[in-house]
């Protein structure tokens, strides 16, 4: 089958690897019909994160069923299908609680060895789906591949980060970053609740689409005055690093308010960063980080998006073949595309 592969020095590209296989009784081979590039994939590739050459990337993807090992039992051949980003078994103690992050069988799609064992992921024609009763959910009649494709990651992710913000109705909440997942929060919280919604972001035209969708919107230059405009001075009630790293968890600290609480939901692969810990004591501070969980969320995904509420389609920018793919890392990886779609 054709597949996008990392291909050494921060590079993909398309290339012809072996078609996967059950290759145990829980498996399940999707045929991708849509998959997406994730700004996770842009770090794993620059970063060579435990990638070896030739390895298929990707972990967003919706698809129809071609095969099931003889332990699957909730998806037949046919099935048009969502696939979670990551494994994880369904019936351990971290499963049964809806924690399907800590599962001892996780291995996250296309990333190499960076979140546990190697799976080979989705950007390709075929993709093998362990524990394919967890890990996959029906698409509902009426949820079209561009918005299904959402639910595995980004969106999932996002809605994760409101729901551990659990902001109250009418709650402020501010987004640091504009990228897919700050875009999809943003969406996410007034799906939820919240009253006022503030993305932060230096770029002009993920401000403007932030914007066009119902957020007030400020660069991080002016984030706390707008804040401060609109809560009389107290700050956010909750805040949502949506990038990562020291930077983006000092920028959501700087923006909450005292009683607040900060759930970082960018990816962070530094091994420290100094916690403000006096203002954290002083002002009763929350510091929570968050993964989605398609597993455990689909149910109030599903129904948002089938009702029109959220609508997480609207940060795709591009919709490309394979071969246009490695292209379109480029033009993400440049900020001049939000979201590329994949249609294989």
């Known amino acids: 089958m054709r597949a996008v592969v990392y291909a050494g020095q921060g590079r993909v590209e398309v290339g012809t690897v072996p078609d996967p296989r059950v290759e145990d009784p829980t498996d399940a081979v999707v045929r991708v019909r849509r998959t997406a590039v994730c700004g996770t994939d ?65 291995r996250f799609f296309g990333t190499g060895s960076a979140f546990g064992p190697p799976l080979p992921g989705a950007q390709a024609e075929l993709v093998r789906v362990p524990h394919a009763d967890t890990v996959l959910q029906p698409v509902p009649d009426g949820v079209p591949l561009d918005v299904a494709v959402f639910l595995g990651d980004t969106l999932a992710t996002g809605y994760a980060a409101v729901q551990r913000a659990a902001p109250r109705p009418g709650d402020t909440v501010a987004v640091v970053g504009g990228g897919t997942v700050g875009q999809l929060t943003s969406l996410a919280a007034q799906a ?43 700050g956010a009630d909750a805040v949502v690093d949506a990038i990562g790293g020291p930077r983006g968890l000092d920028a959501a600290f700087a923006l909450a308010r005292r009683r607040g609480t900060v759930v970082s939901v960018g990816v962070h692969t530094d091994t420290g960063w100094t ?11 929350t510091l929570a980080f968050a993964i989605g969980d398609l597993a455990r969320d689909a149910g109030p995904l599903l129904a948002l998006v089938r009702s029109g509420v959220l609508a997480p389609a609207v940060v795709a920018s591009e919709t ?23 249609a294989t």
């Open 42 to 106: 842009l770090h794993v590739v620059a970063h060579a994160a435990g990638l070896p050459e030739g390895f298929v990337v990707g972990h967003e993807f919706v698809g129809e069923v071609v095969d099931t090992g003889p332990g699957v039992h909730a998806h037949r051949r046919g099935d048009l299908v969502v696939g979670a980003d990551f494994t994880s078994c369904g019936h351990c103690w971290w499963c049964r609680r809806g924690d399907h992050w800590e599962c001892a069988e996780r």
């Open 192 to 234: 939820c609740g919240a009253g006022i919604v503030v993305l932060v972001e230096p770029v002009d035209t993920r401000r403007d689409l932030a914007a066009a969708h119902g957020a007030v919107v400020a660069t991080p230059d002016d984030a706390r005055a707008v804040i401060d405009r609109l809560t009389d001075g107290r």
């Open 275 to 285: 916690l403000p810990v006096a203002r954290a004591f002083t002002d009763e501070l």
């Open 320 to 342: 490309v073949p394979l071969d246009g793919v490695p292209e379109a890392y480029a033009r993400m990886a440049q900020r001049r595309t939000l979201k590329t779609l994949i």
